[in-house]
Protein backbone atom coordinates (compact mmCIF):
# COMPACT_ATOMS: atom_id res chain seq x y z
CA UNK A 1 0.00 0.00 0.00
CA UNK A 2 1.40 3.50 -1.34
CA UNK A 3 1.65 6.39 1.85
CA UNK A 4 1.83 9.97 0.78
CA UNK A 5 5.32 11.82 0.46
CA UNK A 6 5.97 13.76 3.39
CA UNK A 7 5.78 17.06 2.36
CA UNK A 8 9.49 18.78 2.31
CA UNK A 9 9.36 22.00 4.18
CA UNK A 10 10.44 25.11 2.65
CA UNK A 11 12.77 27.13 4.81
CA UNK A 12 12.36 31.09 4.50
CA UNK A 13 15.57 32.17 3.21
CA UNK A 14 18.11 33.80 5.78
CA UNK A 15 18.09 37.82 5.56
CA UNK A 16 21.54 39.07 5.99
CA UNK A 17 22.54 41.14 8.61
CA UNK A 18 21.68 44.60 8.65
CA UNK A 19 25.42 45.22 9.20
CA UNK A 20 26.43 43.44 6.02
CA UNK A 21 23.52 44.80 3.99
CA UNK A 22 24.99 48.37 5.15
CA UNK A 23 28.15 47.96 4.22
CA UNK A 24 27.44 46.17 0.82
CA UNK A 25 25.69 50.23 0.21
CA UNK A 26 28.21 51.86 1.14
CA UNK A 27 30.80 49.51 -1.09
CA UNK A 28 28.57 49.69 -3.70
CA UNK A 29 28.17 54.01 -3.14
CA UNK A 30 32.15 53.84 -2.93
CA UNK A 31 32.41 51.96 -6.38
CA UNK A 32 30.48 54.44 -7.81
CA UNK A 33 31.38 57.84 -6.58
CA UNK A 34 35.17 57.29 -5.98
CA UNK A 35 36.09 59.34 -8.33
CA UNK A 36 34.70 62.07 -6.65
CA UNK A 37 35.33 60.85 -2.78
CA UNK A 38 38.81 61.43 -3.71
CA UNK A 39 38.81 64.88 -5.28
CA UNK A 40 36.62 65.62 -2.43
CA UNK A 41 39.72 64.31 0.14
CA UNK A 42 42.45 66.15 -2.13
CA UNK A 43 40.73 69.34 -2.32
CA UNK A 44 40.15 69.18 2.04
CA UNK A 45 44.01 68.52 1.81
CA UNK A 46 44.74 71.03 -0.03
CA UNK A 47 42.80 73.77 1.59
CA UNK A 48 44.66 72.38 4.70
CA UNK A 49 48.29 72.94 3.14
CA UNK A 50 47.47 76.24 1.69
CA UNK A 51 46.45 77.58 5.20
CA UNK A 52 49.04 76.03 7.11
CA UNK A 53 51.76 78.00 4.16
CA UNK A 54 49.84 80.75 4.66
CA UNK A 55 49.87 81.44 8.21
CA UNK A 56 53.84 80.39 7.91
CA UNK A 57 53.91 82.98 5.76
CA UNK A 58 52.25 85.96 7.41
CA UNK A 59 54.28 84.63 10.97
CA UNK A 60 57.54 85.56 8.53
CA UNK A 61 56.39 88.56 6.86
CA UNK A 62 55.47 90.18 10.41
CA UNK A 63 58.98 89.04 11.83
CA UNK A 64 60.52 90.75 8.59
CA UNK A 65 58.00 93.70 9.18
CA UNK A 66 59.22 94.11 12.70
CA UNK A 67 62.77 94.00 12.10
CA UNK A 68 62.43 96.57 9.23
CA UNK A 69 60.44 98.68 11.23
CA UNK A 70 63.46 98.43 14.53
CA UNK A 71 65.49 100.13 11.70
CA UNK A 72 64.18 103.25 10.75
CA UNK A 73 62.54 104.23 14.04
CA UNK A 74 64.89 105.78 15.42
CA UNK A 75 65.11 108.10 12.03
CA UNK A 76 61.77 109.18 13.45
CA UNK A 77 62.85 109.46 17.11
CA UNK A 78 65.54 111.95 15.55
CA UNK A 79 63.21 113.96 13.79
CA UNK A 80 64.44 112.94 10.59
CA UNK A 81 61.13 112.79 8.71
CA UNK A 82 62.20 113.03 5.19
CA UNK A 83 64.64 109.98 5.49
CA UNK A 84 62.76 108.09 6.83
CA UNK A 85 60.12 108.50 4.58
CA UNK A 86 62.45 107.20 2.15
CA UNK A 87 64.80 105.15 4.23
CA UNK A 88 68.82 105.60 4.18
CA UNK A 89 70.42 102.52 1.56
CA UNK A 90 73.62 103.69 2.18
CA UNK A 91 73.13 102.37 5.89
CA UNK A 92 70.50 99.35 5.34
CA UNK A 93 67.61 101.19 6.73
CA UNK A 94 64.28 100.64 5.10
CA UNK A 95 61.78 103.89 4.55
CA UNK A 96 58.82 103.69 5.97
CA UNK A 97 56.97 103.89 2.17
CA UNK A 98 58.72 100.39 1.32
CA UNK A 99 57.43 98.74 4.22
CA UNK A 100 54.21 99.63 3.85
CA UNK A 101 54.39 98.42 0.48
CA UNK A 102 56.15 95.73 0.94
CA UNK A 103 54.38 94.01 4.30
CA UNK A 104 50.69 95.53 4.18
CA UNK A 105 48.36 93.62 6.38
CA UNK A 106 50.60 92.78 9.20
CA UNK A 107 50.51 94.49 12.39
CA UNK A 108 54.24 96.00 11.88
CA UNK A 109 53.02 97.11 8.62
CA UNK A 110 49.78 99.22 10.10
CA UNK A 111 52.27 100.54 12.81
CA UNK A 112 54.47 101.68 9.74
CA UNK A 113 51.58 102.94 7.70
CA UNK A 114 50.93 105.37 10.98
CA UNK A 115 54.34 106.25 11.04
CA UNK A 116 54.52 107.14 7.69
CA UNK A 117 51.16 109.28 7.71
CA UNK A 118 52.56 111.31 10.71
CA UNK A 119 55.98 111.83 8.76
CA UNK A 120 53.99 113.46 6.13
CA UNK A 121 51.97 115.36 8.30
CA UNK A 122 55.35 116.36 9.95
CA UNK A 123 56.52 117.30 6.44
CA UNK A 124 53.48 119.64 5.24
CA UNK A 125 52.06 116.92 3.03
CA UNK A 126 48.83 116.68 4.07
CA UNK A 127 47.19 115.26 0.70
CA UNK A 128 49.86 112.20 1.11
CA UNK A 129 49.17 111.60 4.98
CA UNK A 130 45.16 112.08 3.97
CA UNK A 131 45.32 109.23 1.89
CA UNK A 132 47.93 106.75 4.01
CA UNK A 133 45.91 107.25 6.82
CA UNK A 134 42.46 106.19 4.79
CA UNK A 135 44.25 103.04 3.72
CA UNK A 136 45.61 101.98 6.82
CA UNK A 137 43.23 99.41 8.67
CA UNK A 138 44.48 98.71 12.39
CA UNK A 139 42.73 95.91 14.00
CA UNK A 140 42.87 97.62 17.37
CA UNK A 141 41.11 100.63 18.91
CA UNK A 142 43.71 102.44 20.22
CA UNK A 143 45.67 102.46 16.39
CA UNK A 144 42.32 103.07 15.47
CA UNK A 145 42.17 105.86 17.25
CA UNK A 146 45.79 107.55 16.38
CA UNK A 147 44.24 106.75 12.19
CA UNK A 148 41.71 109.02 13.18
CA UNK A 149 43.56 111.50 14.86
CA UNK A 150 45.60 111.75 11.94
CA UNK A 151 42.96 111.82 9.53
CA UNK A 152 41.84 114.83 11.28
CA UNK A 153 45.68 116.28 11.33
CA UNK A 154 45.68 115.99 7.51
CA UNK A 155 42.29 118.08 7.01
CA UNK A 156 43.37 120.56 9.66
CA UNK A 157 46.54 121.25 7.63
CA UNK A 158 44.41 121.59 4.42
CA UNK A 159 42.40 123.88 6.32
CA UNK A 160 39.36 121.95 6.41
CA UNK A 161 38.49 122.88 9.83
CA UNK A 162 34.79 121.18 10.24
CA UNK A 163 36.31 117.99 8.97
CA UNK A 164 38.92 118.31 11.16
CA UNK A 165 37.09 118.54 14.46
CA UNK A 166 34.96 115.63 13.38
CA UNK A 167 37.63 112.93 13.45
CA UNK A 168 39.28 114.74 16.47
CA UNK A 169 36.09 113.75 18.21
CA UNK A 170 35.77 110.72 16.56
CA UNK A 171 39.08 109.34 17.51
CA UNK A 172 38.75 110.77 21.25
CA UNK A 173 35.49 108.60 21.60
CA UNK A 174 37.17 106.02 19.84
CA UNK A 175 39.70 104.81 22.89
CA UNK A 176 39.40 105.84 26.17
CA UNK A 177 42.74 108.01 27.94
CA UNK A 178 42.44 110.93 29.49
CA UNK A 179 44.91 112.59 28.15
CA UNK A 180 44.18 111.29 24.60
CA UNK A 181 40.49 112.46 24.94
CA UNK A 182 41.45 116.61 26.31
CA UNK A 183 43.71 116.77 23.92
CA UNK A 184 41.32 115.47 20.91
CA UNK A 185 38.42 117.00 22.10
CA UNK A 186 40.29 120.52 22.83
CA UNK A 187 41.79 120.00 19.21
CA UNK A 188 38.18 119.45 17.82
CA UNK A 189 37.08 122.91 19.97
CA UNK A 190 39.62 124.66 18.19
CA UNK A 191 38.63 123.71 14.93
CA UNK A 192 35.10 124.22 15.36
CA UNK A 193 36.46 127.80 15.99
CA UNK A 194 37.89 127.77 12.93
CA UNK A 195 35.02 126.57 10.84
CA UNK A 196 32.69 129.52 13.12
CA UNK A 197 30.78 126.65 15.00
CA UNK A 198 31.15 128.25 18.65
CA UNK A 199 28.32 126.04 19.83
CA UNK A 200 30.41 123.14 18.93
CA UNK A 201 33.41 124.40 20.53
CA UNK A 202 31.70 124.73 23.49
CA UNK A 203 30.37 121.31 24.03
CA UNK A 204 33.94 120.23 22.58
CA UNK A 205 35.35 121.89 25.73
CA UNK A 206 33.31 120.67 28.14
CA UNK A 207 34.86 117.47 26.96
CA UNK A 208 38.28 118.14 27.88
CA UNK A 209 36.89 119.64 31.44
CA UNK A 210 35.81 116.81 31.87
CA UNK A 211 38.57 114.79 31.69
CA UNK A 212 40.42 114.32 34.39
CA UNK A 213 43.63 116.06 33.35
CA UNK A 214 44.91 119.56 34.11
CA UNK A 215 47.04 119.44 31.19
CA UNK A 216 45.05 122.05 29.15
CA UNK A 217 43.03 123.95 31.70
CA UNK A 218 45.41 127.58 30.59
CA UNK A 219 44.65 126.51 26.83
CA UNK A 220 40.84 126.11 27.28
CA UNK A 221 40.90 129.28 29.10
CA UNK A 222 42.66 131.21 26.39
CA UNK A 223 40.80 129.36 23.67
CA UNK A 224 37.47 130.46 25.56
CA UNK A 225 38.33 133.80 26.27
CA UNK A 226 39.97 134.30 22.41
CA UNK A 227 36.33 133.34 21.03
CA UNK A 228 34.75 134.80 24.08
CA UNK A 229 32.80 131.15 24.24
CA UNK A 230 31.68 131.81 27.64
CA UNK A 231 28.95 134.58 26.59
CA UNK A 232 27.57 132.79 23.16
Do not use: H
Not at 150 to 175: H, N, P, S, T, W
Not at 185 to 214: I, S
Amino acid sequence: MLTAKKKIAVRPAVQQSSVMSTWEKVQEFYAQYNRWILGGLIVVVAIAVAAFIYTSRQRERESEAGIQLRKVQPLVSQQQFKLAIEGDPTRGIPGLRSIVENYGGTTSGTIAALMLGQCYLYTDQYDRALEVFQDASPSDDLMKSNRLAGIAAAYEGKKLYAEAAEYYEDAADMFENDILVATRYFKAARNWCLAGKPEKAKAALEKVDNAKTPRYQQDVVRLRAQYNLENE
